[in-house]
């Protein structure tokens, strides 16, 4: 423990790691063809030497983050997510290399939604969004019965409204 | 308690619309009816009678907005009636109004009128309410309305303090914390560079005549003409000087001109402008965060600005209502945010980082200095060798920055600043925190720090960032936080 806090316990779903690997294949492979077809609009109306050479260099750049994003990445992610929700705060932790940990008093959240793209709806898993009124987070891959009740818990929690203003403080 | 009713927007409302039509329009008419008067192409005669069109439609829409429009202002809520034929119906808790700000501009002054803009704390269209045209007395009811709606929020109804609710000031005393004398406003002109102001707009007015008019064969025959007389350019050159110093006077004693800062117990007040007087006041508890803003040129005379922080807009950049005087003495500018609001506390003295951040800092890539390598390396291999001063300069701001940041995390506030040739100071209470982030990246582990992370409401956000502080303030920090409950009402 790098950071000496009580850490969230809470884990997302294994099966994670296969949604993510196959949504940032595809992403990636589109980035990919995009530059190819530039390229081979470069080649063929030949365009200024540099910006052939830029476009190598970005097919270089692509290909090696696809073999991050596909295959490091979301075991990475998978496994170091971790998220906690009481009734005072929801606290979130994620990433290997860039450690975060964020905290969101219960009070300042405005909305909480569920989403589920195809691939999530593969193995039955939704994305919980949580708006607060200065930003908004995502717990991703969560199993249907835990999204749910938690999008119930938090709507329920976040009513309760702190009003930005200071008790007395003894001095 | 007086009943709310329908109220129509003053009569004079669509005459402020039709003066901003013609103004917005300004050019338009100018081009089609003056330039091309006497021109018979289709192109142009299409484009007047579209435009003619366009005016028409646009007064009728701007009487029949008046005619339809109402506002009702009860003692809890601000109620918009809009719409022509959809019709649209806003409603405003007046306790979530964050701030006010009153515009009087020079048609306003003319007829004795003013504006009023209640500001929410919310994003998108609906964030302000907006009085465009106003009576002065009207104006002061709906102020006095919002402040009477704070107080009965203030207090929860069975409160112990409901004695001193009963009988509650008749008009809170209110003090003249800082005018802007005539020394203050000479200051401002030569620090904002104001008096070269002149330049950019006459070089843009020769280019926009010049498009018209030929103007070149008379420069160059004015060029020739002092270029055989080179003694009549000092003359000349001291009267533009001088001119140019009046116009920057005059352009900011019309921004700054009678300004004054005032505050009673709850709210604070600032008023400027000469031509055009805009009026702002926010409650002291709305403040959510002290900026101070110190720009080289002001860092190396001395110099702050200071900023209060709200929840709701204030204004356009241009017009930034929030500031108290931009060109205070850093003293003065301390006391003012002591004697205005006292519940803020500013640090003396402040901690700075660790020394082996230096070291952090000066590693990291520095991937502006590649990119601009790389590009001086392609583009212009005979500018490479300013690779090497770009690569000084980044160096040495790094070094400044790493040298003049510095924080402080106490009970009820954090402090920060930052800032390499310009210096930013962060001043925020812990209950006005909306979230915070801890983060570490690799290289940070192995220099043991972390960066905070926290956000402030305000438009737009206010996200700030502490890099490079010691893994356990990174703790302490996360654990100041989570320990707010216990002070947040």
Same mark, same amino acid.
């Given at each position: 423990m790098y950071i000496n806090i009580e850490e969230p316990t809470r884990r997302i779903s294994p099966d994670a790691v296969r949604v993510w690997r196959l949504s940032n294949f595809i992403m990636e492979a589109i980035v990919f063809l995009v530059i190819c077809v530039l390229l081979f609009a470069g080649n063929h109306f030949g365009w200024w030497q540099w910006v052939t050479w830029l476009l190598w260099g970005a097919i270089g750049i692509s290909l090696l983050s696809s073999f991050y994003s596909v295959w490091f990445e979301p075991a990475w992610l998978q496994k170091t997510w971790r998220y906690e929700i009481d009734e005072e705060y929801i606290q979130l932790q994620y990433g290997r290399f860039n450690t975060h940990h964020t905290l969101i008093p219960?009070? %300042?959240?405005e909305y909480v939604t569920t989403n589920q793209g195809p691939f999530l709806r593969k193995y039955d898993l939704y994305d919980l969004t949580i708006g607060t009124v200065t930003s908004s987070h995502k717990i991703p891959a969560i199993p249907k019965e835990q999204a749910l009740a938690l999008r119930a818990q938090i709507g329920v929690l976040a009513k309760i409204k702190d009003s930005d203003e200071e008790m007395d403080v003894a001095p | 308690m007086m009943e709310a009713e329908k109220q129509q927007f003053h009569f004079s409302w669509p005459l402020f619309q039709l003066v901003s039509l013609v103004k917005g329009s300004i050019f338009v008419i100018f081009y089609l009816? *003056?330039? %091309? #008067?006497g021109s018979n192409s289709a192109f142009i005669l299409t484009l007047k009678g579209l435009f003619i069109a366009f005016l028409v439609f646009s007064v009728i829409k701007i009487f029949l907005n008046w005619v339809y429009t109402r506002y009702e202002i009860s003692e809890t809520t601000v109620t918009l009636y809009l719409g022509i034929f959809v019709k649209n119906q806003r409603n405003v808790e007046? %306790?979530? *109004?964050?701030n006010v700000q009153q515009t009087t501009n020079f048609l306003h002054r003319m007829l004795k009128l003013t504006s009023l803009t209640l500001e929410t704390? $919310? $994003?998108? /269209?609906? #964030?302000a309410v907006k009085f465009p045209v106003l009576s002065h007395a009207e104006a002061d009811r709906i102020k006095g309305l919002v402040e009477e709606a704070k107080r009965v929020h203030a /207090? !929860? !109804?069975? &409160?112990? #303090?409901e004695e001193e609710a009963i009988a509650p000031p008749p008009l809170p005393e209110r003090k003249v914390h800082f005018t802007a004398g005539t020394k203050d406003l000479v200051k401002a002109a030569f620090t904002s560079l104001s008096?070269? #102001?002149i330049f950019p707009i006459l070089f843009s007015l020769y280019f926009q005549f010049d498009d018209f008019f030929n103007l070149d064969e008379t420069s160059q025959s004015v060029f020739a003409f002092f270029a055989s007389r080179l003694w009549l350019l000092v003359p000349v050159l001291a009267a533009a000087l001088l001119l140019s110093a009046v116009i920057g006077f005059v352009t900011t004693y019309s921004k700054y001109g009678k300004f004054v800062i005032s505050a009673d117990e709850q709210r604070i007040y600032i008023r400027k402008g000469v031509f055009t007087e805009t009026q702002f006041s926010i409650r002291k508890d709305k403040v959510q965060a002290i900026k101070i803003e110190q720009p080289f040129l002001k860092r190396l005379l001395g110099m702050a600005e200071v900023k209060l922080v709200s929840a709701g807009s204030v204004g356009d950049d241009d017009a /930034? *209502?929030? &500031? =108290?005087? !931009?060109? =205070?003495p850093v003293k003065e500018a301390y006391r003012l945010v002591e004697e205005l609001l006292p519940q803020y506390q500013i640090a003396g003295s402040m901690e700075a980082l660790p020394k082996s951040v230096l070291w952090l800092r000066l590693l990291r890539p520095y991937y502006f200095w590649i990119a601009a390598t790389v590009a001086l390396a392609v583009f212009k291999t005979e500018w490479l060798w300013l690779s090497a001063p770009i690569l000084v300069i980044f160096i040495v701001a790094r070094f400044l920055e790493y040298r003049y940041t510095r924080y402080s995390l106490t009970e009820r506030f954090i402090q920060i600043r930052t800032g390499a040739f310009s210096a930013n100071t962060l001043l925020t209470k812990r209950v006005k925190v909306q979230e915070i982030q801890v983060t570490h990246s690799w290289l940070q582990r192995k220099f043991g720090v972390s960066s905070l992370h926290f956000h402030n409401r305000s438009k737009p956000l206010l996200a700030t960032e502490l890099k490079d502080v010691p893994r356990e303030t990174g703790a302490k920090f996360y654990g100041w936080f989570k320990d707010r409950t216990h002070f947040v009402k």
């Open positions: 219960m009070a %300042k959240v | 009816f *003056i330039l %091309k #008067a007046l %306790k979530r *109004i964050q704390g $919310t $994003t998108g /269209e609906d #964030a /207090e !929860p !109804p069975n &409160s112990v #303090a008096m070269f #102001a /930034e *209502i929030n &500031s =108290l005087f !931009p060109f =205070l």
